[in-house]
């Protein structure tokens, strides 16, 4: 069983999300890195870039497959998190300690689109 720690929101597409004042901090869930496998390669947006929520922002390639990232909150990227860029695999290793994107939001109303932790666990069922 995947962790799903209760302090923050979750998509159905796996993507968990921080929020600090105004900005989202967003990774993925355990339970997509358990799905991937070993992740070798991340493809980061650049920063400025503006999405709006569902949008794929990026995309991580794991020895199984590609899979796309998809944004779960509308926002501005304001920062990339470039350590991941040649060590994919801290995403295997602890996905919750290393963040993806950081986005600077721009409808504070999708946060309530996100599933708490109980949700995302029961979603996984």
């Given at each position: 069983m995947s962790l799903v720690p209760d302090n923050l929101k979750y998509s159905i597409s796996h993507e968990w999300v921080r929020v600090e004042d105004q900005i989202a901090v967003i990774?993925?869930?355990d339970h997509a890195q358990e799905a991937l496998?070993?992740?070798?390669?991340?493809?980061?947006?650049?920063?400025?870039?503006?999405?709006?929520?569902d949008d794929v922002f990026g995309s991580v390639e794991s020895v199984k497959a590609v899979s796309e990232l998809y944004i779960?909150?509308?926002?501005?990227?304001i920062e990339v998190n470039q350590i991941l860029e040649g060590?994919?695999?801290?995403?295997?290793?602890?996905p919750y300690q290393h963040w993806i994107i950081k986005v600077k939001i721009l409808n504070s109303?999708?946060?309530?689109?996100?599933?708490?932790?109980?949700?995302?666990?029961?979603?996984?069922?």
């Open positions: 990774g993925i869930t496998g070993d992740i070798v390669f991340i493809e980061l947006p650049k920063v400025g870039s503006i999405y709006k929520i779960p909150i509308s926002g501005e990227i060590q994919e695999a801290l995403l295997n290793d602890d109303n999708e946060l309530n689109s996100l599933l708490d932790a109980e949700a995302y666990n029961n979603s996984l069922n």
